[in-house]
């Protein structure tokens, strides 16, 4: 099999799910709305727990990290793949296509660590309420929010680094909605069957230790919200607790999929679908799962909006 020149010079071309759409205009009209909510969204929730002083406590440090990296998550791949399609022009160069991958493994590894972190926030408030701001202080939370950065871009340039060595064929179609290992490792014309491995092992070992440490946090959580005497309290725990799990699931369906799952359960259709829904869709909902059943959050939006409109009549 020949090969094409996989320098500085070459490219790859993204068929994305826009463009194998049977109503592509109606899809990208639905992943537009969907941006424009992440991007607000986001963007809102940031702006609240940045300037609301009864926001300055460590789970929505946590949370407004989880948002910056969803913004900046569907930033990466987004505006890409609509200008794509709008231009009718799929090519994205190899430095590009690198960097994407790069940004996208960060983001998404830091996600991944940054959801356990907060599952041990929620345990440490609820099940140990009176050493909260002693096992939660300032210095913590920003060593988590550190560690979680630091270790996925880490892991994320080997990743980027060691996929893109490879020499690439004269197809240089990607059938996938972003520059992803799996789909970029379909292109290479040596054997990959031990990156393969590694990459699944790897995936595991990314994936199941924080995964296992929330589920961990939850179930003791649960048992000790059981034995709260007051209702409201135990409403309030379930209520905190219930959004995060349902942002845990999204996340790690997805992810498992992508990276666990062995690569004959995968098809380019299937790929894409998934890749829509964590690279999109979940960015546009976490932050309203988040913000619409908070009354902190809410308050502060509140607040925002009424010094807006003082400041407007003003």
Known sequence: MEHWNSTLESGFIL??????????????ATVTVLYMLALTSNCLLLLAITTDARLHVPMYLLLGQLSLMDLLFTSVVTPKAFMDFLLSEN????????????????LGGAEDLLLAFMAYDRYVAICHPLNYMVLMRPRVCWLMVATSWILASLSAIVYTVYTMHYPFCKAREISHLLCEIPPLLKLACADTSIYELTVYVMGVTFLIPPLVAILTSYTLILLTVLHMPSNEGRQKALVTCSSHLTVVGMFYGAATFMYVLPSSLHSPKRDNIVSVFYTIVTPALNPLIYSLRNKEVMGALRRILGRYMLWTHS
Do not use: H, K, R
Request: glycine share 6%.
């Open 91 to 106: 090519t994205i160069s190899f430095v590009g296509c690198a960097l994407q991958m790069f940004l996208a493994l960060t």
């Open 15 to 28: 068929i994305g799910i826009l463009n194998d759409s049977l109503s592509p205009e109606l899809l990208c």
